[in-house]
């Protein structure tokens, strides 16, 4: 038996016995070096070291910051009354505002498990008390978070553009702004179809013109963070890493002194539980770094190359394949090690078949997010169901119009290549 494939058959086994995906990859790899005389286990440790020695990676633990010191400071309810006051008196109104507010916040957090367990509980909360069953409103925290990781900024952007040297950061960020607005509006649509068949009502009026304009001039601090942050990178004021500490900045000086609802002594906390959060993160990307350098020493991903280009696919066949292959990878492997173990291998075979790379990347992270909120694995909805006292059996039955939603966004990203690289190209990071 070949090491790398002793190692896909121990990682599907310690994922089976419900071992931490992190720590699967490294035991699977531990096993694979084991078998082979040419390399010792000390490699496992110089690979998860390399793995995270990365100058762009230094951005993840600053965005995760900023993200917990927006949601410390208030500005996440900013953004939920701001974006309430426009469409809770309407049918499905309250549904419509999760959507909104889930899609602004993640142009804060850049990660649908943060989305869903912070401001997406007190989501569900507000629904139930107008009206909503608890399992649907659940249901659709779940599957708008996924616009987390795709609406800059985004953890899993910037550790795809370390597998594809092809790609920006920049460039990542500004192609999922298109794709992520497209995810939300089919939510919208799969919540005005649930509303008029439940007879879901708003909430109240329109409120006054002058009630209005001060959420709106409260929500401006919140709304300007993902333009300072595209805008600063096309004006070549700061790098990708750079623009994470801008934002860490700007987020403590909103909470501190124009919201003035984030106290000094909750920041030690805030910076405590990033760490946590940040540490975990970077484990699954060491270890996977680990995994993937098994990979490539024993040439799975040439061996791969050459096997795909012997069939001779068009581009077009590669890609459905491609998204078959990455629905059933999702389901049981998280989107962080996946795009770091399957990246490598399909980019060359793309880059033969004259794929766009942006185009691959925004189809690559979509299917990949989408096993977040798919049985049996799916975390986001372990997370979901967590925070909202639903069981899992009552959120999963309601999960067939999302899921048939976003196969529909799927296809049609996959289809139309220009609605993932056309923001870039506006912007000038192509």
């Known amino acids: 038996m ?22 699967a990859l490294a035991l699977a790899t531990a096993v694979a070096l084991a078998l082979t005389d040419s390399f010792p286990l000390f490699v496992l440790v110089k690979e998860t070291f390399s793995g995270v020695d990365s100058f762009p990676l230094m951005a993840v633990p600053f965005f995760v910051l900023a993200a917990e010191l927006m949601t410390g400071g208030s500005l996440t309810d900013s953004l ?11 049918r499905g109104g309250m549904g419509y505002a999760n959507v909104g507010s889930l ?33 649907y409103a659940a249901a659709l925290t779940a599957c708008t978070s996924i616009v987390g990781p795709i609406i800059p900024p985004s953890i ?9 040297d092809r790609v920006s950061v920049g460039a990542l960020f500004a192609a ?24 879901y009502k708003g909430e109240g009026q329109l409120p006054p013109l002058r009630t209005i304009v001060l959420n709106t001039w409260r929500a401006l601090p919140a709304l300007a963070l993902p333009v300072v942050i595209l805008g600063g990178m096309r ?23 124009v919201y003035r609802t984030l106290q000094w002594k909750k920041v030690p906390t805030i910076i405590a539980h990033s760490a946590l959060v940040t540490a975990s993160v970077l484990l699954i990307i060491g270890f996977s ?7 490539t020493i024993e040439g799975v991903p040439q061996a791969c190359a050459e096997w795909i280009g012997q069939l001779q ?28 173990v399957m990246v490598p291998v399909v980019a060359p075979v793309a880059a033969k078949l004259g794929i766009d790379p942006i185009h691959l990347a925004m189809v690559v992270i979509y299917n990949l997010t989408l096993g977040m909120i798919t049985p049996p694995v799916g975390g986001l909805l372990f997370v979901t169901c967590n925070v909202t006292q639903v069981s899992l059996s009552a959120l999963t039955r309601e999960l067939k119009p999302f899921l048939i939603a976003h196969g529909v966004v799927l296809v049609i990203l996959t289809a139309w290549p220009a609605l993932s690289t056309w923001a870039p190209r506006m912007l000038g990071f192509l």
Request: contains cysteine; proline residues 5%; neutral net charge.
């Open 235 to 257: 004006a070549g004021l700061f790098t990708p890493t750079e623009a994470s500490v801008v934002a860490v900045f700007y987020a403590l000086f909103c909470g501190l002194y």
């Open 80 to 90: 939920l009354r701001f974006v309430a006051q426009f469409v809770g008196h309407k």
């Open 103 to 135: 899609t602004f916040i993640a142009g804060i957090s850049g990660s649908a498990l943060a989305e869903a367990a912070g401001p997406g509980a007190m989501l569900v909360r507000m629904m139930e008390k107008v009206g909503y069953d608890r399992p």
């Open 2 to 23: 070949s090491a790398s494939l002793a190692m896909f058959l121990c990682v599907a086994l310690f994922l089976a016995c419900g071992v931490p995906v992190a720590f």
């Open 313 to 340: 696919l068009s581009p077009w066949t590669f890609l459905i394949v491609l998204n078959l292959l990455l629905l059933a990878v999702g389901i049981f492997i998280e989107p962080l090690p996946a795009v770091m």
């Open 289 to 295: 770094a680990a995994f993937t350098w098994v990979l």
């Open 156 to 164: 899993i952007m910037i550790v795809y553009a370390l597998q594809d």
């Open 176 to 199: 999922g702004i298109v794709p992520g607005l497209l995810i939300a509006a089919a939510m919208c649509v799969v919540n005005w179809y649930v509303s008029r068949q439940r007879g």
